[in-house]
C-alpha cells in the first residue's frame, strides 16, 4: 500500500512557477512510476508527466513543466514553469507499478487527494 499526498498548488499569474510536492508513505517508493495528472473542469482527467528511469512529458507541458522525485525522502515534485491560464486544473499524483502505459490512468493503482492549480490572465 502507498498513500499520496499533494500540496504546493496555489493561485497565480500567467508566466509564474508552482512546485508541486507528492509525498508517499512506505518503504517502496522507489520501485513506483510516479505520475502528475490534471483534471479541469467539465474535462477529462489528463495526463501530464511521469518518472519511472526515463521522465516522460505531455506536449502540452514539455519545457515548462520538469518532473524530478528524490528517492531517499519519499519525494516526487513536478516544478511548474511558464505557466499559461490552461494549465488551470486539479493536479493529482499517481504511482503505479504495472506493465502498461504510464500515460494512462488505468497504469496507477494509488492517487493523491489532489491540489488545485489557478492561472490568472
Known amino acids: 500500500q502507498v498513500q499520496l499526498v499533494d500540496s504546493g498548488g496555489g493561485l497565480v499569474q500567467a508566466g509564474g512557477s508552482l512546485r508541486l510536492a507528492c509525498a508517499a508513505s512506505?518503504?517502496?517508493?522507489?520501485?513506483?512510476?510516479i505520475g502528475w495528472f490534471r483534471q479541469a473542469p467539465g474535462k477529462e482527467r489528463e495526463f501530464v508527466a511521469a518518472?519511472?528511469?526515463?521522465?516522460l512529458y505531455a506536449d502540452s507541458v514539455k519545457g515548462r513543466f520538469t518532473i524530478s522525485r528524490d528517492n531517499a525522502k519519499n519525494l516526487a515534485y513536478l516544478q511548474m514553469n511558464s505557466l499559461k491560464p490552461e494549465d488551470t486544473a486539479v493536479y493529482y499524483c499517481?504511482?503505479?507499478?504495472?506493465?502498461?502505459?504510464?500515460?494512462?490512468?488505468?497504469?496507477?493503482?494509488?492517487w493523491g487527494q489532489g491540489t488545485q492549480v489557478t492561472v490568472s490572465s
Open positions: 512506505g518503504r517502496t517508493f522507489s520501485r513506483y512510476t
Open positions: 518518472i519511472s528511469w526515463v521522465r
Open positions: 499517481a504511482a503505479g507499478a504495472d506493465g502498461g502505459l504510464p500515460s494512462l490512468s488505468t497504469y496507477y493503482a494509488y
